[in-house]
């Protein structure tokens, strides 16, 4: 729709829906690589808009907006369910509690191939935005002001990846062979999610905002404004949320968790506490308040948000400049400063079906018909998720600041060059951490020669970390300050989440020659520097949600992240051949009004954190940096680094090494093309082209093990694409 009532008054609308469908051969989530099962991808996308806008007069307009997206996910599987195999019974130890009815997952060891879903059937999964938008303009002497508002309400609908439908592992215990073990039906495990719980979420989000772009002089113009953001907390239907109050937890009431991980059990097989009464595994867990009691999940507790953590109005000024230096418009300064805030939502999803929502059950040793017949696992830790950390706490966006100066000056009629200082700084970037990590050690925690290494003594300072754990011979668990529990991880994009720093600082600068004698040409440069203490370290280009080698110190994690590229030039450039330009006989016509285009990119590598790949490298996940050795090495596919600047720690101790001491391989690439269009009538057209990526076949390395321990260490691994040429017509008509 696009109509107008009257000269001031338009009406605008528009839907928009797409449809994705793939069939791929084979279920290519799951483990079953045959035909026997399939899947069905489909994606269904609309985005609709309705906006009227009012000029009521020459230099005041008003605008409002409704925008509404959904993206409705269905992920199909076939042959995968229980009325496929009708003959087949199986008592498990809770029923069929799946709500799709699948069919119970297996896997074999020694590398056969098994049987799963790959969390298959997705269906009616659903993202989606209302927005509600306000704008106002008006024009007054030399300013310019706008005012707004926007509300957004969003919804999630989708159900989590717990295996409810049960799972088998055959690994040869019984005849030696796991094969075998398969075909006579007898597992070495069984393990069984007594649901799959199906979450609804919704939250909302409000921006207002007022600026004033002012024309101060002929010369200067001022950009002033000020925008007030909120996010509220996510709400999930039914207020089925656990979190942690850490000031309710009693050690008095804690399990006992042996050395080996495993709770102490009396002989009814209920957990104990160390003075022998019976344990209480709630110790410190609390429910959104509108919980309703139900299944033996006792109801929400007083005080305790609906949406756990609580959130507040955040205020994101902005200020900018532009001046024209010599009044003849050839030499500009720019430059400006803003604030503006960000988040993803519905962390609430991650913690769906968290303990005691969700249960589980481990069987040993039973059979495919009834793996109830195996006996019981012994009783572990439950581990958390958390949104909340504690619960009430306030939840705050990352706050990202931004700035700039650019110097602009118009060299001849046709080129402009400039040069910048661009930077800015992230605040409350969000990380994931463990805040039930193992304690430091004064000593190892079991009386056993293997915890320490040959000619290890215990130091005076003690451990970071029980030095049993290298080898396996306690579990994690024993060792945690909140006992009874396992990991408690305080998620991203929530009050329980890690609040990280990053910078980022950059001198950038660019050329522009554009149409003269048929040549555009345009250049950039930039060399800049990014730090962080939450990020993903080489090719990955994440900064949210990940975690630190040592929780309780996140800021040995400050350092370059995977996706710096040190230096980064760019250039794109198009020439019109004019070679028989004017001729328009058959000569000129097969050989003349050519075109050739290109783009160069050469850059830096990204770069790389070392890391382990032992056997015993305990809670470690860097190694040591060598006193004396260069990191630096002959930049060879077979030694990319230097792989002596780096040992194993000692046994209880975090490696010393930082994180972004290793720059990948750089890049350098030429992308050619050489293309005509040949008029064949008014309304048809054929162009032909020649494409050449990467046409001097450089050799463009990629990745690099950085894995200390691992044979590849140091070597480069994959290389980004050779030569390729291309031929093509296009038929235009």
């Known amino acids: 729709i696009d109509h107008n009532f009257s000269e001031k008054l338009r009406l605008l609308g528009r839907v928009s829906r797409e449809n994705i469908r793939d069939i791929p051969p084979y279920l290519t989530w799951g483990s079953n690589n045959f035909p026997t099962s399939s899947q069905e991808i489909q994606t269904t996308g609309w985005n609709n808009l309705l906006q009227l806008t009012y000029d009521i007069n020459p230099t005041t307009i008003n605008q409002v907006s409704w925008t509404q997206t959904a993206t409705h996910v269905n992920l199909s599987a076939f042959g995968v369910y229980l009325n496929d195999l009708p003959d087949l019974k199986v008592n498990m130890p809770f029923g069929y509690a799946d709500p799709d009815h699948r069919l119970p997952q297996f896997s074999l060891a020694a590398g056969w191939a098994g049987f799963g879903t790959g969390g298959l059937p997705l269906t009616n999964a659903t993202d989606g935005e209302q927005v509600f938008s306000e704008d106002f303009t008006k024009v007054k002497g030399g300013h310019t002001i706008q005012a707004g508002t926007m509300f957004i309400w969003g919804i999630k609908r989708q159900s989590n990846f717990a295996n409810s439908e049960g799972v088998y592992s055959f690994s040869g215990t019984h005849t030696g062979d796991p094969v075998g073990d398969f075909l006579l039906g007898l597992d070495s495990s069984f393990t069984q999610n007594n649901t799959r719980m199906r979450g609804y979420f919704r939250y909302h989000e409000s921006e207002s905002y007022i600026q004033d772009d002012w024309r101060a002089t002929k010369r200067l113009t001022l950009n002033l404004g000020v925008r007030a953001v909120y996010y509220s907390s996510d709400k999930i239907e039914g207020n089925g949320l656990s979190d942690f109050e850490f000031s309710k937890y009693d050690p008095s009431q804690a399990p006992v968790v042996q050395p080996n991980g495993l709770l102490l059990t009396n002989g009814g097989g209920q957990p104990v506490t160390a003075s022998g009464s019976v344990a209480n595994l709630l110790n410190g867990v609390v429910f959104a308040e509108g919980f309703k009691a139900r299944n033996g ?60 929502f969700e249960q589980g059950t481990t069987l040993l040793n039973g059979t495919f018909t009834n793996p109830g017949l195996g006996s019981p696992g012994s ?355």
């Open 297 to 356: 999940i006792p109801g929400g507790t007083p005080g305790v948000p609906n949406g756990i953590f609580t959130t507040s109005v955040h205020w994101a000024p902005r200020i900018g400049f532009a001046w024209d230096v010599t009044g003849n418009g050839k030499t500009s300064i720019r430059g400006g400063y803003g604030i503006g805030y960000g988040r993803i939502p519905f962390a609430d999803y991650s913690a769906m079906g968290g303990y005691p």
């Open 379 to 733: 009783l572990s830790t439950n581990s958390l998720s958390l949104i909340g950390g504690p619960p009430g706490r306030e939840y705050k966006p990352t706050m990202i600041q931004s700035w700039s100066l650019t110097v602009e000056r118009q060299i001849t009629t046709n080129s402009l060059f400039s040069i910048a200082y661009v930077g800015s700084g992230a605040r409350y970037v969000s990380g994931s951490w463990d805040l039930n990590y193992p304690l430091p050690v004064s000593a190892p925690s079991i009386d056993d020669p293997g915890c320490l290494q040959s000619g290890q003594t215990i130091p005076s300072g003690g451990f970071n970390f029980d030095p049993c754990l290298n080898k396996g011979l306690v579990s994690a668990d024993h060792t945690r300050p909140y006992q009874g529990w396992g990991a408690i991880t305080g998620l991203a994009q929530s009050s329980a989440g890690y609040y990280g720093t990053s910078n980022y600082h950059s001198l950038q600068a660019g050329y522009s020659y554009r149409v003269s004698r048929g040549l555009t040409f345009t250049a950039a440069y930039t060399y800049g520097h990014a730090l962080t203490d939450v990020a993903s370290r080489g090719t990955d280009g994440r900064n949210t949600g990940n975690g630190a080698q040592n929780p309780r110190n996140f800021k040995a994690e400050y350092g370059t992240p995977g996706w710096d590229r040190t230096q980064i030039f760019t250039a794109g450039y198009v020439w019109e051949i004019p070679l028989l330009k004017n001729r328009h006989d058959l000569v000129g016509t097969a050989l003349g009004n050519w075109t050739f285009s290109g783009l160069t990119v050469i850059q830096s590598g990204f770069d790389f954190a070392p890391g382990m790949s032992t056997s015993t490298n305990g809670l470690a996940s860097r190694p040591n940096c060598v006193s004396g050795q260069s990191f630096a090495g002959p930049k060879t596919v077979a030694q990319w680094f230097n792989p002596n600047a780096f040992t194993a720690p000692a046994f209880g101790f975090y490696g010393t090494c930082g994180t972004g001491l290793i720059r990948g391989p750089g890049e350098n690439t030429w992308n050619w093309a050489l293309f005509k269009t040949f008029p064949v009538k008014e309304r048809l057209k054929i162009q032909f082209r020649a494409e050449a990526f990467n046409i001097w076949n450089h050799a463009n390395f990629a990745n690099v093990s950085t894995g200390y321990g691992s044979g590849s260490f140091g070597q480069v691994t994959s290389a980004l694409d050779p030569r390729e040429i291309e031929f093509a017509v296009r038929i235009s008509f």
